[in-house]
């Protein structure tokens, strides 16, 4: 079977770091994508993680941990314009699994 | 120019009826996919195309028929609608199958459908 499970809704102080952490369960893994998606658009594409450990780009990092089916997405100086759901997606053989996303709200 | 586009955006319609939705992509990519996203936000693959050819068809309903023409195109017919239906449909490109290359999907703006 598969089974993501994410925190459903994070607030966050503009500026802040926050971290969007992330379990799965699948079988036929191949990757781990994170998807950004702000209210009434359509995702698009953060990261993808093949191997353990973390990737950088930017303000925005995500880890993995295969082993233990782990990841998270790291946001640093957090923006207003980073309110929106974040999407934790294994890959599974053809397919990705959309997790059901973590809303962020950020704070002034 | 939109990488992925889709038509119309907005659909309402009554039970019963049938009604279909576009999607083109001008990225080259070989693969399409559909996607629903329902009130609850999950985001669920539906169909995935290669090249004209169908790849995944992820228990869908007989209602839902997909169509590709060529590797550029990939609609989506739905007949005999119901209520459960209502949903945002997302259409997606890759530019190859996620088993291979990283990929990464495009989708267009979707399709939101509202059945009465």
């Known amino acids: 079977g598969q089974n993501i499970d994410q925190p459903t809704e994070m607030t966050a102080t503009e500026g802040a770091i926050v971290q969007i952490n992330c379990t799965y369960q699948t079988s036929g893994f191949n990757g781990l994508f994170w998807y950004q998606q702000h209210a009434g658009e359509a995702p698009t594409f953060l990261s993808y993680n093949v191997l353990d450990g973390l990737e950088e780009k930017g303000r925005f990092s995500s880890f993995l941990s295969r082993s233990k089916g782990y990841s998270y997405l790291l946001l640093k100086e957090l923006q207003m314009k980073d309110s929106a759901s974040y999407l934790c997606a294994p890959g599974n053989g053809d397919k990705i699994i959309f997790g059901k996303g973590t809303r962020l709200h950020i704070l002034p | 120019d939109t990488a992925v586009s889709q038509t119309p955006k907005y659909l309402v319609t009554q039970m019963g009826n049938d009604k279909s939705i576009k999607c083109e992509q001008n990225l080259g990519h070989d693969t399409m996919y559909w996607y629903k996203q329902d009130s609850k936000k999950f985001l669920k693959i539906m169909f995935s195309?290669?090249?004209?050819?169908?790849?995944i068809n992820e228990t869908v309903p007989n209602r839902f028929s997909p169509k590709s023409p060529d590797k550029a195109h990939l609609n989506l017919h739905i007949n005999s609608l119901e209520l459960g239906d209502s949903a945002v449909y997302f259409c997606?490109?890759?530019?190859?199958?996620?088993?291979?290359?990283?990929?990464?999907?495009?989708f267009g703006e979707g399709s939101r459908l509202t059945v009465l």
């Open positions: 997606a490109s890759s530019q190859e199958g996620l088993a291979g290359g990283d990929g990464e999907l495009f």
């Open positions: 195309y290669n090249n004209k050819e169908l790849i």
